[in-house]
């Protein structure tokens, strides 16, 4: 036996017997199974409404007015990626969008584009992940957000008997993975856990709150995962915030937002464009030992 193959014999063998060691004790020959599996993905090739419906409403008092079916060009799917955009249209019109309380948005001449993932796909905890990027950052009145938000909230749409619960109580519970908010400048994002006071409408924004610089006009991948106690902020896979004991405060299931705002009456310049890569779902499958032959 020449002297090489010699010494590739005795590391398989102290491998093996390694191996053995490690299982001795346990039935049969096992290894260790878990981690995140993916139960939900899409990379846009097209627009699925399986997947994902437009989402008509007004909040936060903002300037813009939803609209459906990629009117005005504001929710385009093309070339595999997802473009949600706000666009001026230079004079206002009527604006069919309604808040929780039916009061009606006025007559604006912004137009943009929300989707969420409401009553097509919502899970309990896991792992959200978007790829995505967003161009011009800074300009003011800027609002775009990939975000979660509980299956049981009231605000319209209201498509199921159960969706009765005020924000921010458990079942409408909210979670900012990416928001970027203009007053801040450029190439910086927010991640977040609402905090919730204990009545309706009371949210504390700032307690559980991180800021995070980053090159918005380049992709990256914004996560939040939770299956245990802790929320766990991910920037490229890199933990970036961990509100420890925060995923136990988020117990119900959650569906995905993806939209693009304009927060006050500035007016714009350049293109307001979140471009969107893909989007996935995780679960946990625990650690366990699973035989082989």
Known sequence: MKPVSFLIMMVFLISACSQFA?????EGKQHVTGGWRVDFFDDFDSFDTDNWQDQILWVNNEDQCYVRDNLFNTREVSDGTLKLRV???GEKRPCDNFDKFGNKHP????VAGRIASKNRKEFVKGKWTARLKVEN???PGMFPAWWLLGARNNEPPVQEPDETICWPMTGSGEIDIFEHHSDGGADHYAARAIKNLGYCGGGDWQALMLVQQTTLDQYHEYSVEWAENDLIFRLDGFEVYRGPGQGDQFPEPMFAVLNFAKINDSPMSADWVM????VKHEYYEGTKRESVD
Do not use: A
């Open 275 to 278: 471009e969107v890569d893909w």
């Open 137 to 139: 950052s800074g300009q």
């Open 22 to 26: 490690t299982n001795e004790g346990m």
């Open 107 to 110: 007559d604006t001449q912004y």
């Open 87 to 89: 666009i001026d249209l």
